[in-house]
C-alpha cells in the first residue's frame, strides 16, 4: 500500500497551548481523514476532509487538505487535558483502490 | 446503539492453534476491515472487504484469512497462529471507504 508519514511521532505541550501535526505522502489521496485514540479504545473519526486545499474546523480542531493531494494538516488550540491520546491521519488513494492507509500516529500529552 | 463488536477482547493462545476473532456491525455498512496495531507501526490493513463475498489483501495479510458470508459479519481467521502475531487487533466498517470508520474496542492477542 501507499506510505504515510505523519510527524511529529509524539510531542508533549503545557494545557493551553496550540498543537499542529500533519502528513505527507509520495502520493496524491482524494480523501484525508483525521481520528483520534484514547487509551484502550478505538479510533474515532475527528475530520474528513474530500477536496483538495478544503479547511474543515471541528470545534477546536482544524484540518486542511494539502493542494498537492499529498499532505494534510491537523491543529488543536488551546489543548486540554483530554486531548491526550493518540492522533492519526488516513488516506484513501482513490483510482479504483479501495485500502485505507494510516499514518504511524502523533502521540499527544498534555501537561496541565 | 450503532456499534461494531468484536470478541473476544483479551485472548492469549499457543502457537499452531487455530483462532477466530469475531466481529459484527448493526450499521448496513459495505466496507469492513481489520487491522492490527503494533508499537511505532501505527494501524496496518490486514484485509478488507468491500461488499459481501467481496475481500481483499490489505498490506499485511500473511496468516490470515477472512469471510464475508453476510453483510454484518467478518472474521478474521489465524489458522496457525504465531508468536509474531501477537497484537492489537482492530475491525471496523463504514459505508464507503473514505467515509467515517467505526471501529470496535479492539482484541488483545497474544501466541506464546
Known amino acids: 500500500g501507499q506510505q504515510l508519514n505523519q510527524s511529529p511521532q509524539s510531542m508533549f505541550i503545557q494545557e493551553g497551548e496550540d498543537v499542529s501535526m500533519n502528513c505527507t505522502s509520495s502520493s496524491i489521496f482524494n480523501t484525508w481523514l483525521w481520528y483520534k485514540q484514547d487509551p484502550g479504545e478505538g479510533p474515532v473519526l475527528l475530520i474528513a476532509l474530500y477536496k483538495a486545499g478544503e479547511l474543515t474546523s471541528n470545534g477546536r480542531l482544524t484540518a486542511q487538505f494539502g493542494i498537492t493531494r499529498k499532505d494534510s494538516f491537523l491543529n488543536i488550540s488551546a489543548s486540554i487535558p483530554s486531548d491526550v491520546g493518540i492522533y492519526f491521519c488516513a488516506g484513501e488513494p482513490g483510482a479504483g483502490s479501495y485500502q485505507l492507509t494510516f499514518g504511524k500516529g502523533t502521540k499527544l500529552s498534555v501537561i496541565p | 446503539e450503532a456499534q461494531v463488536t468484536q470478541n473476544p477482547r483479551y485472548l492469549i493462545t499457543v502457537t499452531g492453534k487455530k483462532l477466530t476473532v469475531t466481529c459484527s456491525q448493526n450499521m448496513n455498512h459495505e466496507y469492513m476491515s481489520w487491522y492490527r496495531q503494533d508499537p511505532g507501526l501505527g494501524l496496518r490493513q490486514i484485509y478488507y472487504s468491500m461488499n459481501v463475498e467481496v475481500t481483499d489483501k490489505g498490506d499485511v495479510p500473511e496468516g490470515y484469512k477472512v469471510s464475508r458470508k453476510e453483510k454484518r459479519n467478518f472474521p478474521l481467521i489465524l489458522e496457525s497462529p504465531s508468536p509474531n502475531q501477537t497484537s492489537l487487533y482492530f475491525c471496523?466498517?463504514?459505508?464507503?471507504?473514505?467515509?467515517?470508520?467505526?471501529f470496535g474496542q479492539g482484541t488483545r492477542l497474544t501466541v506464546v
Open positions: 471496523a466498517s463504514s459505508f464507503q471507504i473514505n467515509t467515517e470508520a467505526f
